[in-house]
Antibody, heavy 126, light 109 residues
């Protein structure tokens, strides 16, 4: 069974740090782009970051650039999100998602999130 | 930055057809993906690349995309289809990023 399981969420003070993990199983993890998507309480979905199969390309939403770092360990079938300088507006459920994509000339032209984890809650509050 | 616009809510009677729109500048030139999210659950991909259905998604779900509007159509609506639906594209025009619409709450009357 294809599965993604997130962990590492919790309550953290503004300015603090947290590292989220996502354990993948049931598919060849190293063959896929992976992503983080978040959802603030009562709000819609927001894409956060993507990482290429070998970690050589990474993309971030503007609001987290310089604060969040996406990484992966293909030997451990795991995806990570290191979150620093956390703000109240980062409070959300964070989902790990697998990417299904089309490229043209090495550039991503379409990217869908075809498998999702159950999410982990991050609360930034004093 | 690229913006996707969805109606906040759509209501439909059981057995009827629901249509949820997603507006964007020349969205017909992009591939659109649709997700269903029920309360307290993770999103599920129901349509990708405008009109393809992932394995396990009923044929009642279909999609189209042309001009400035993409549409998710749910035929013979059932009570279990009540959920939030989100459209999504990848914007590679200026900066590489994923873009979601604001979501549409589908209510089955």
């Amino acid at each position: 069974e294809v599965q993604l399981v997130e962990s590492g969420g919790g309550l953290v003070q503004p300015g603090g740090s947290l590292r989220l993990s996502c354990a993948a199983s049931g598919f060849t993890f190293s063959s896929y782009w992976m992503s983080w998507v978040r959802q603030a309480p009562g709000k819609g979905l927001e894409w956060v970051a993507n990482i290429k199969q070998d970690g050589s390309e990474k993309y971030y939403v503007d609001s987290v650039k310089g604060r969040f770092t996406i990484s992966r360990d293909n030997a451990k079938n795991s995806l990570y999100l290191q979150m620093n300088s956390l703000r109240a507006e980062d409070t959300a459920v964070y989902y790990c998602a697998r990417g299904d994509m089309i490229t043209f000339g090495g550039v991503i032209v379409s990217y869908a999130f075809d498998i999702w984890g159950q999410g982990t809650m991050v609360t930034v509050s004093s | 930055s690229y913006v996707l616009t969805q109606p906040p809510s759509v209501s439909v009677a059981p057995g009827k057809t629901a249509r949820i729109t997603c507006g964007g500048n020349n969205i017909g030139s992009k591939s659109v993906h649709w997700y269903q999210q029920k309360p307290g659950q993770a999103p599920v991909l129901v349509i990708y690349y405008d009109s393809d259905r992932p394995s396990g998604i009923p044929e009642r779900f279909s999609g189209s995309n042309s001009g400035n509007t993409a549409t998710l159509t749910i035929s013979r609506v059932e009570a279990g289809d009540e959920a939030d639906y989100y459209c999504q594209v990848w914007d590679s025009s200026s900066d590489h990023r994923g873009v979601f619409g604001g979501g549409t709450k589908l209510t089955v009357l």
